[in-house]
Nanobody, 117 residues
Framework: QVQLVESGGGLVQAGGSLRLSCAASVSIFSITRMGWYRRTPGKERDLVATITAGTRTFYNYAESVKGRFAISRDDAKNTIYLEMNSLKPEDTAVYYC?????????WGQGTQVTVSS
């Protein structure tokens, strides 16, 4: 069982930056894939960015955040991060941390990010 706890959300003006953190209750070294998704009211949860485990790290980003967001992981702290720069009002959403260990999906409780224009 993997528990994920997000932090770092908040209110920021357009053009500003935020860093989200997701702390896992287990070692993330062997978790196949972790990432961030977001959901706005009335919409499905959409992929933001993912990062793989192992010696070769692969990244995947939604087109809408490429060049502005960066995902990273710190295996020693069992934590992943999402650095968000040049934020836009359309980035406003609840952001969820996700993990997949080849057996099932795990989700955090979500953290609200609000970008004011």
């Amino acid at each position: 069982q993997v528990q994920l706890v997000e932090s770092g959300g908040g209110l920021v003006q357009a053009g500003g930056s935020l860093r989200l953190s997701c702390a896992a209750s287990v070692s993330i070294f062997s978790i196949t894939r972790m990432g961030w998704y977001r959901r706005t009211p009335g919409k499905e949860r959409d992929l933001v960015a993912t990062i793989t485990a192992g010696t070769r790290t692969f990244y995947n980003y939604a087109e809408s955040v490429k060049g502005r967001f960066a995902i990273s992981r710190d295996d020693a702290k069992n934590t992943i991060y999402l650095e968000m720069n040049s934020l836009k009002p359309e980035d406003t959403a609840v952001y969820y941390c996700h993990a997949n260990d080849d057996y099932r999906d795990y989700w955090g409780q979500g953290t609200q990010v609000t970008v004011s224009s």
